[in-house]
């Protein structure tokens, strides 16, 4: 049996395509007598309250119309956001976005990697800059990966969005 989890998912990841985002996430909770649909979308350049509002208005012409009327029982509240700064890196268009930034990485042999990303030069390999050197880190060897918050982050550190 699907769950409405993965029927959204399915029936909003190609929709949401054609307006240039990415969809991350569908969560589906109950609360009260109400379920909250949250839907979590990025692309490149980032995720502005324009973008949100247009996909706010296409997710909901979307619930509101078969296939996808049926997938909720009873009342919900839409949510859409972007994904937070503790997000784990899990896909290399997550690599790619986070491009510049400081990350924590865990390898499958228990180390751990703390290292600026310098390149993204294909969806197997990251470059990062460890200590002022470059080394590249096979992505198959990561098990986990974390953004970290700089708050003193330098003024020539821009963030390389592709």
Avoid: C, Y
């Amino acid at each position: 049996m699907a769950t409405p989890r993965n029927v959204l998912l399915d029936g909003l990841s190609a929709p949401l395509a054609h307006l240039g985002v990415d969809l991350e996430d569908v969560e589906v909770v109950k609360a009260g007598r109400r379920h909250v649909v949250r839907v979590v979308i990025d692309r490149n350049g980032g995720v502005d309250l324009d973008l949100v509002a247009q996909v706010s208005q296409r997710v909901s012409e979307l619930l509101d119309a078969p296939p996808l009327d049926s997938t909720i029982d009873g009342a919900f509240v839409l949510e859409v956001t972007s994904p937070g700064v503790d997000r784990p890196l899990s896909l290399p268009r997550h690599w790619r976005r986070a491009r510049t930034r400081l990350v924590q990485a865990t390898m499958a042999d228990g180390t751990q990697v703390d290292g600026r990303i310098a390149d993204v030069p294909d969806d197997e390999t990251v470059v990062l800059t460890i200590d002022g050197e470059s080394r590249d880190i096979r992505l198959g060897d990561v098990t986990r990966a974390i953004v970290q918050v700089e708050f003193n982050r330098k003024d020539d550190q821009t963030d390389g969005e592709e």
